[in-house]
Each structure stands twice: as C-alpha cells, then as structure tokens.
C-alpha cells in the first residue's frame, strides 16, 4: 500500500488523515492494536477505504475493542454482528475477531500485554511474524500480518523516503528503525 499510498493520500478525506496520523506509527496501546488487527482482517478482500468508512461502527459494534469484552461475546453478539450492516458481515471475519480475542487473553497473561507480547518478538522478518501469528492467531495471512506490522511501526515501508510524513515518522523511532539501527538485516525476507 506504502508507494501508491504516499502519492495518493494527499488531499483524500479518509485517507489523508490515516496516512498522515497513524499508518506506520508506534502504537503500544492494546485497544488500539486489537482494533487494527480487527481492521486488518476485516479488510482482506475488501479495500482499505472501506475499513475507514467503517471504523466507527466497528468501534460500536466490537465495544470499544475492549479485548475482554469481545473475548466473552457468544451466540447471542455473534448473531447481532452478523446483523450490522455497518461492519463486515462476513461469518468468518466476526467468528476470527471474536477468537483471536480470547486468544489474546492468553497472550496478555503470558506477556503482560499484546503490546509487550509484539516487543518481546521483535526484530523479526515477515516470514518469521508470519509464522508466529499463525502460530497464536486465526485468519491471519501474509497480507493481513505484514499491513498490521507495518500498520503499527514494526516492519518498515509504510512511508516512502520522499514523503513528508516518513521523517516525522523517523524522529518517532519506530521499532523497525531501531532495528535497521542495531544492524538487523531479515527484513528482507
């Protein structure tokens, strides 16, 4: 998405903000990467437009992306998600957030935290994250892994050199920086 990205966001009114505020911004709160993670594998098959025009209703729908909450959703929330005409009403997707939050839970009691459990792993290749949220996670291939690393400041390439948001970004020092930094070379891959 980064190089098109770049070039196309300016000047769009759902993409600019996303482009020039969040995507590949350091992001260490839990909600936060569990919504992106949502909105993620919400988008798969989808365009990432879509997913912005949702994003509140799927901040309404998901209770505010508060893990534990969506970690106990059962029949009777999985029903009336599948009723909301303004998320992704696609079994699947509901089915894997709702899952991928109780795994989450274990995640957090592992590590402290989904964020601290990312941190604890890092500097990987995509290959390497690839494997290991296939390992803990459900519906979670390549594109939607890579985009929520990459989302969350973790894998490099959201931003191009030349554009103005990728030096504001660097003084950020995203995890992938220091990790370039520190003579990390599986990005690569």
Known sequence: MAIVYCRDAPGHPWHEPYHNQEYGFPVACDRALFERLVLEINQAGLSWLTMLKKRAAFRAAFDDFDIDRVAAYGDLERARLLGDAGIVRNRRKVDAVIENARRLVAVRAEAGSFAA??????????????????????????????????????????????????????????????????????YAS
């Open 117 to 186: 459990w990312i941190a604890a792993h890092h500097p990987r290749s995509k290959t390497d994250w690839l494997n290991l949220f296939r390992s803990r996670f459900v519906f979670v291939g390549g594109e939607v892994v890579g985009e929520f690393l990459m989302s969350i400041g973790y894998l490099p390439g959201a931003h191009q050199p030349d554009c103005p948001v990728f030096h504001h970004l660097i003084a950020l020092r995203p995890p992938w920086l220091e990790a370039i930094e520190a003579g990390f070379a599986g």
